[in-house]
């Protein structure tokens, strides 16, 4: 559980977003109110209601962004949902509640993966004695290996040749030889084939089912070269020392506590009227959304999950519509707003050196696994800057989003030509920039394909 102030939560958030102030400041708050409201008194507790968060500005300027950085930083289990979904034909009320389960999902997978992690170890020398086994089979005959181990003496050669044979395997002298082993076939990773409306509640999860269909050890040996098998053997094993019950625990308590619902599109769910077709009513949608934001119970395969303290952050450019255009009972769940601002030339400016993961600095590093050194200098990022700015206003204003189409098109040539390029060292100018862009960002039209 993270209990990291708002002024450090604001500064790890500024190694990634630029500007922004205000709406970091406000999740920083919110965050902080969910673990103020947790170490309050049970009785009075229970009488705050939760304090979640809007973020209202256009697309691109960082909305998703901050929101999945919070959770990251504080390694809170995080998922995206489009609001407006809820609003499709074939929505029945509890569909809503899905978003709790995909969170418990993604919690369990989390906790899953770091356990099967810290027993790496132990599962590859488990692996290890297996492979061994099976290159070296145990002679009948002989006594037993503990006898001898005891007994310190190496006088049993086949322990001694395990021994030498282990030596190898780890040095990776046995990689490429084959064993017969009783190998899973590769098989596709099983994909969610249908969705669950409604079939988790009944118990029934055709991943399952399906699994079960699908033979598995089917005692067929299978011929795999070692190194590979050492890697299946390592997994199956992993998988078999991580106590599940105690995983499933644990991803409840940190979805209950820590779990972080991002509700996009929010501004879509306004309104009473369905708009054309058969819509759901939206405000239905919102009634439905009302108790898991309030704080109720969500029944999963894997138990009751209890919604309270889950932290949510809705999202929406709210052109159209207005926060106060939400069911009071919503907006009361919701009480802190935030306006984000529009991004400009001197934001995309920093937005494309500055953050941790800036753009520039990915395209660099790209290049780089081909030998080739670019460098952009400041004028050339002023130009790309000021391109930005400008298509966004001729065009639709998308924000950062511009950025990402303008570096692509701006390295085609590099990003083709790399891995023939003669010289492999070249800098990026004003120039360079200039050329890439001057025909296109003349044509409306044009740019409005291109850029
Ligand atoms: N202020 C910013 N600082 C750094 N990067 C940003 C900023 N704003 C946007 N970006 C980058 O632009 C892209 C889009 O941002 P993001 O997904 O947060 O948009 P959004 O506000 O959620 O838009 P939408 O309403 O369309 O969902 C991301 O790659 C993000 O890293
Ligand atoms: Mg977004």
């Not at 993966?113 to 297996?130: D, G, W």
């Not at 306004?270 to 969500?298: A, C, F, M, N, Y």
């Not at 930005?388 to 083709?416: P, S, W, Y």
Request: net charge negative.
């Amino acid at each position: 559980m993270s209990d990291l102030t708002p002024a450090e939560i604001v500064r790890e958030l500024d190694k990634y977003i630029i500007g922004q102030d205000k709406a970091k400041r406000s999740v920083a708050i919110a965050l902080r109110n969910r673990w103020r409201r947790r170490n309050v008194d049970a009785d009075l507790r229970e009488e705050i209601s939760p304090k979640n968060i809007i973020l209202i500005g256009p697309t691109g300027v960082g909305k998703t962004e901050i929101a999945r950085r919070l959770a990251r930083l504080t390694n809170s289990p995080f998922i995206k949902v489009e609001a407006s979904k809820f609003t499709e034909v074939g929505y029945v009320g509890r569909d809503v509640e899905s978003m709790v389960r995909d969170l418990l999902a993604l919690s369990i997978n989390m906790i899953k993966a770091r356990e099967q992690e810290s027993v790496q170890n132990k599962a590859r020398e488990i692996a290890e004695e297996h492979i061994l086994d099976i290159l070296l089979p145990e002679p009948k005959d002989q006594p037993e290996a503990g006898a001898d181990e005891s007994s310190d003496a190496p006088s049993s050669s086949a322990a001694n040749t395990r021994e030498k044979l282990r030596n190898m395997l780890r040095g990776g002298k046995l990689d490429n030889r084959y064993v017969d082993m009783d190998a899973p076939e590769k098989s596709m990773p099983m994909v969610e084939i249908f969705s669950s409306a409604g079939m988790e509640e009944m118990g029934i999860n055709f991943k399952d089912i399906l699994g079960n269909m699908i033979p598995k050890g089917t005692g067929k040996k299978r011929k795999v070269k070692v190194a590979e098998a050492l890697e299946i053997l390592t997994q199956e094993e992993a998988q078999r020392l991580v106590d599940m019950d105690r995983v499933i625990a644990e991803a409840i308590e940190k979805t209950e506590q820590s779990g972080i619902i991002f509700l996009d599109e929010i501004d879509k769910i306004t309104g009473k009227e369905g708009g054309s077709g058969p819509d759901i009513s939206r405000e239905g949608v919102q009634r439905d959304l009302l108790p898991i934001v309030e704080g109720s119970t969500v029944t999963t395969k894997y138990g009751p999950v209890k919604t309270d303290h889950i932290l949510f952050i809705a999202s929406g450019a709210f052109h159209v519509s207005k926060p106060s255009d939400l069911i009071p009972e919503l907006q009361g769940r919701f009480p802190i707003r935030v306006a984000l601002n529009s991004l400009g030339k001197s934001e995309f400016v920093r937005i494309l050196i500055e953050p941790r993961n800036a753009l520039l600095l990915q395209y660099i590093a790209l290049l780089r696994t081909e030998g080739v050194n670019v460098a952009f200098d400041d004028a050339a990022i002023e130009t790309i800057a000021q391109v930005a700015e400008e298509v966004n206003n001729h065009t639709e204003n998308i924000g950062a989003r511009r950025l990402h189409t303008l570096m692509e098109h701006l390295l085609e040539d590099i990003l083709f030509d790399a891995p023939d390029m003669k010289e492999k060292n070249m800098t990026i100018d004003r120039a360079y920039v200039d050329a890439k862009f001057r025909d296109i960002k003349e044509d409306e039209d044009l740019s409005r394909y291109i850029l």
